[in-house]
């Protein structure tokens, strides 16, 4: 009996062992509605996915999603919708492959947006920010020292326990071998999102991303890019934001919005539309004039406190240097001045790229000064020296940091006294510097 017991056991294991394999990456947190919200997983090869999932103030009603397959052609991608949530309630979830429960070693969990205006006052939450994750696949890399490092610091970000992470673009880094084909597109992005430290992220965070030169094509690359339709639809197959672009095909760029309680965050794509650093001729342009003037709309509509602006590239850095605004003075200034002109409050500018952390101030007359909070890089290199000699003048002394880190943002205090407070942190998660910003200071 116990020989047979045991050879039970084994048989069990080895069938759990079997379903746990077919789930490749993922479970991850995409948007979350009051009465929607969106799961995002990857599965090996093809195979059915659902989600169980139950508030924790009455575990006993448990609710199904619908089962789904997916195929090669999504890269085996799910995006499955839970369309049964009550807002501003804590939720667990299970993921179940082929109709068996997946054991997963860290929290499953989300919240869904709460029912709060005309109630009560705006909830505190924490956003955590970052930019430049390059995951090391040594045949594929460059010869020498590996460019990717310190992956535990995804492990740091979640045991801050966020409500939100924002990628805020190079949230992976295609190589030669990737960028001109589907197959090495796709691959980079299983690779990346299959790292065993970035899973307890994912699964309890909700994830928003924006791409940059690196997961939208080679290095500074533009409109111009030949496959942007195809790292578009990885983009889309990979991520579970909102919506991408506002053409109803949702094929024209990846920029988006959406609120989380008294902010609304702007998410832009300075790729897509984007002409090459080197011509001099024509209209030179960042963000296109289709998405500038929806982002214009878009900020003078919103009721919001607060307005993240998150893009790729340095928006406020003085200096002509890489792919900073700067270059395109003529855009930079246009969106300056809307701002301005439309007396948009509120507004906080977040950006990545440069791989160091600073914070840019730009004071202006008879209104609030602009911030462009830059924070970079997460496991990609570190630009120190660069750094180190750039002479830009709006940087707020001491907030230049030149190690792996990333941000957090929170969002505090009553109505009368809301204030932000932005935080980065190093890998481990100690905290290297850290502001607040009053509400009333961005009026």
Not at 13 to 27: E, K, R, V
Not at 206 to 220: E, L, S, T
């Amino acid at each position: 009996m116990k020989k047979i017991f045991q050879l039970l056991l084994i048989v069990f294991s080895t069938y759990s062992i079997a379903q746990n394999s077919l789930l490749q990456s993922g479970p991850m947190i995409g948007y979350c509605e009051m009465t929607e919200a969106v799961i995002w997983l990857q599965t090996s090869k093809k195979a059915s996915v659902k989600i169980a999932y139950f508030a924790i103030d009455n575990p006993t009603k448990i609710f199904y999603s619908d089962f789904y397959s997916s195929s090669k052609e999504v890269g085996f991608t799910h995006h499955i919708i839970l369309d049964e949530l009550s807002p501003g309630k804590k939720y667990k979830y299970d993921v179940f492959i082929n109709d068996k429960k997946i054991i997963l070693p860290y929290e499953t969990s989300f919240s869904s947006k709460k029912l709060w205006e005309w109630r009560e006052d705006a909830p505190d939450f924490t956003v955590a920010i970052g930019s430049c994750s390059y995951f090391n696949e040594t045949p594929l890399d460059r010869p020498g020292k590996a460019y990717g490092s310190e992956y535990s610091i995804f492990e740091s970000i979640a045991n801050k326990n966020p409500e939100i992470m924002i990628w805020s673009g190079d949230n992976i880094y295609l190589r030669e071998a990737d960028w001109d084909s589907k197959t090495g597109i796709y691959h980079r992005y299983t690779h990346s999102r299959s790292i065993k430290e970035i899973q307890p992220l994912l699964a309890k965070t909700q994830n928003f991303a924006i791409w940059d030169d690196h997961d939208f094509g080679p290095d500074d690359s533009d409109g111009s890019f030949y496959n942007k339709f195809l790292t578009q639809k990885a983009f889309k197959d990979f991520w579970a934001n909102k919506s991408y672009g506002m053409n109803p095909e949702q094929n024209e760029g990846i920029y988006s919005t959406f609120s989380w309680s008294d902010a609304q965050f702007f998410l832009l794509d300075d790729r897509f539309f984007k002409t090459p650093n080197n011509r001099i001729t024509g209209e030179r342009t960042v963000l296109g004039n289709t998405q500038l003037d929806w982002l214009i709309n878009a900020l003078s509509s919103s009721k919001a406190n607060f307005k993240i602006i998150v893009i790729g590239g340095q928006v406020l850095n003085s200096v002509t240097e890489k792919e900073n605004y700067s270059n395109y003075p003529k855009e930079k200034e246009k969106l300056l001045k809307e701002i301005l002109e439309n007396k948009v409050k509120g507004v906080l500018f977040i950006s990545g790229d440069r791989h160091f952390t600073e914070f840019s101030e730009l004071p202006r007359e008879n209104t609030y000064s602009l911030f462009d909070w830059t924070v970079s890089p997460l496991t990609s290199g570190v630009a120190s020296e660069v750094a180190l000699k750039e002479n830009n003048i709006y940087r707020t002394k001491g907030s230049l940091i030149t190690q792996h880190n990333f941000g957090t943002i929170s969002f505090l205090g009553s109505k009368q006294n809301r204030q932000i407070k932005l935080t980065v942190f190093d890998s481990k998660g100690i905290e290297l510097w850290n502001k607040t910003i009053l509400k009333k200071d961005l009026q």
